[in-house]
């Protein structure tokens, strides 16, 4: 018997009356789980294992599709499955989720910021903090977020005119990047401060913060090109998704 918190990434159906369940758990990783009857009218799993649950469940030991054997809800998250805006955000953090953690890999803080994101949407926050500060939490975890504010050529500290420097993952000023060979992005002003404050500030000081879509699109794609380029995948892919 194993035992875990899991958030359900999504569900399909499986012959008559039964469901295979994807969830993401701290203990797991991501898991393939089998829920046995769930779709009989009165099934006790049916109402604990619906899309964006958090839930208590009970495992066979099985390690390839283990069987629910008991499974009790944590958390609804009500207002965002009531909430067909609220579900498609929702969806942006459960689809990134879904490619980026691996099979019976545990990541106990992945699952954790996941859970605080959806936890953040569900209280109605501003969208665009809980995804930015989302996908910051994410580069952590990969190891590959930003945290040097100087130009990677001078060593200056960058503070505005600067470029992102894609295959570096630093800044460049705006002097040494007209002698820059490689791909860079040009980041407005305010677009370098906000990503300053995302990466540096908590969630808590982000969400008073006021977020004008060019420089929350500007971050966001910065956030988005490490994620995507750690998990070898088009960061266009991505880009859309949230909105
Ligand atoms: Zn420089």
């Not at 390839?64 to 579900?87: N, Y």
């Given at each position: ?6 958030l359900?990434l ?14 993401l ?5 991501k ?62 953090i459960t689809k990134l989720v879904e490619r980026l953690v ?5 990541n106990?803080?992945i699952f954790?910021v996941s ?19 989302y996908?910051?939490?994410l ?105």
């Open positions: 018997m194993q035992k875990t918190l899991a359900v999504k569900k399909q159906n499986l012959g008559e009356t039964d469901r295979i369940i994807t969830v758990s701290p203990t797991l990783g898991k393939r789980i089998v829920a046995k009857a769930v779709r009989r009218p009165l099934s006790k799993l049916a109402g604990h294992l619906d899309t964006l649950m958090l839930t208590q469940i009970i495992l066979t030991d099985q390690d390839v599709l283990p069987r629910v054997t008991s499974a009790v809800l944590a958390e609804g998250f009500e207002t965002i499955r009531g909430s067909l805006k609220l579900a498609t955000k929702a969806f942006a691996l099979e019976d890999v545990p106990r803080q954790a859970v605080e994101a959806l936890s953040r949407l569900n209280s109605e926050e501003k969208w665009s903090a809980i995804w930015l500060k996908l910051s939490q580069t952590d975890n990969l190891g590959v977020g930003l945290s040097n504010w100087r130009c990677l050529r001078c060593n200056e500290p960058v503070v505005d005119d600067a470029s992102f420097v894609v295959s570096e993952r630093r800044l460049v000023c705006g002097k040494c990047n007209e002698e820059f060979a490689g791909p860079t992005i040009p980041m407005a002003t305010n677009s370098i401060k906000l990503l300053s404050i995302v990466r540096t500030k908590p969630f808590s000081m982000l969400r008073r913060v006021n977020l004008p879509t060019l420089n929350a699109l500007q971050v966001e794609e910065i956030l988005l090109r490490e994620i995507t380029d750690w998990m070898n995948r088009p960061w266009s892919e991505y880009g859309a998704i949230a909105r």
